[in-house]
């Protein structure tokens, strides 16, 4: 009897014949259709295996076709069996193919290259959904401009002061206009 990933096609063959490459088959298996995929290779028609793409994996090993990385995740590489969670606090399309398809989520920015989280901006900062570009550089929040204020964390806008009211920039607050009331 064959070993696992062997495969003996007639009674008389002394020698047991490995499986095609990127393909397995149980023990005792009797010919080349037994074989089936290993994990992270897909079947094509011509009965052979090819390494699923970025963006995809296949768990394990048989028959079935690659599937697509699910939102919030994403696969760089070929011949993958799972795929990558993207940061903390971060999405990515379905199918993503890298780490730079991780956009931190509104009001959070990825600061640090070595965290594995995009952080919450302080209260009289902002951000709205950004990409993490490793080639460009780790994106920040942003200071509230002049006679705008916001007085939560992980905030995507800053609101307005009223008609009679003022702040500086990165403000959590607004302070009256002297002799006005607000």
Do not use: R, W
């Not at 290993?38 to 296949?58: I, L, M, R």
């Not at 800053?158 to 959590?172: E, H, K, L, P, R």
């Amino acid at each position: 009897a064959c070993t696992a990933g062997k495969y003996k096609s007639a009674t008389d063959n002394i020698e047991c014949t490995l499986c095609p490459v990127h393909m397995h088959s149980g023990p005792e298996s009797k010919s080349t259709s037994d074989c089936f995929c290993n994990a992270g290779y897909t079947p094509q028609p011509d009965d052979t295996c090819v390494a699923c793409v970025p963006g995809k994996f296949k768990e394990e090993s048989g028959p079935a076709e690659c599937d697509g990385c699910e939102s919030d995740t994403y696969n760089p590489d070929y011949a993958q069996t799972a795929c990558i969670q993207c940061y903390t606090d971060a999405h990515s399309a379905p199918n993503s193919t890298s780490q730079s398809d991780c956009q931190c989520d509104a009001g959070h920015a990825l600061t640090d290259p070595t965290a594995d989280a995009c952080e919450p901006c302080a209260p009289g900062t902002y951000a709205k959904t950004v990409l993490y570009a490793e080639n460009v550089g780790l994106t920040e929040c942003t200071n509230c401009s002049t006679d705008t204020y916001t007085d939560t964390a992980a905030s995507d806008a800053c609101q307005a002061c009223g008609t009679y009211a003022n702040a500086d920039a990165g403000s959590v607050l607004c302070n009256c206009n002297l002799g006005h009331y607000c």
